[in-house]
């Protein structure tokens, strides 16, 4: 049974750098034709889908958020990681990492953006 966990710090100051994990189990991160998202809502609006990370190491990042993230993976660690640069309280969302095109995902973690 595949499943992933969302990990990091739930209160974010601007224009600082929010870095979140997502730990997977049950299947490797390098599997083939996997691609692995992070998606976020913020209150009142609906799904974004921030960017992937492929079985292969590529990425793929949302063009509108393409100049403030950064998505990496350590294997070792079967784990991917989102970093998201100058962060604003527009950036107040639950972030949520899935399989792309897939039902499995995290339960998503809380981050705000608030001094």
């Known amino acids: 049974q595949v499943q992933l966990q969302e990990s990091g710090p739930g209160l974010v100051k601007p224009s600082q750098t929010l870095s979140l994990a997502c730990t997977v189990s049950?299947?490797?991160?390098?599997?083939?034709?996997?691609?692995w998202s992070w998606i976020r809502q913020a209150p009142g609006k609906g799904l974004e889908w921030i960017g992937y990370?492929?079985?292969?190491?590529?990425?793929y990042r949302s063009p509108s958020l393409k100049s403030r993230i950064s998505i990496s993976r350590d294997t070792s660690k079967n784990q991917f990681t989102l970093q998201l640069s100058s962060v604003t309280p527009d950036d107040t969302a639950v972030y949520y990492c899935?399989?792309?095109?897939?039902?499995?995902w995290g339960l998503g973690t809380q981050v705000t953006v608030s001094s």
């Open positions: 899935n399989i792309y095109g897939s039902d499995d």
């Open positions: 049950g299947v490797s991160i390098t599997t083939n034709y996997y691609y």
């Open positions: 990370i492929a079985y292969s190491g590529s990425t």
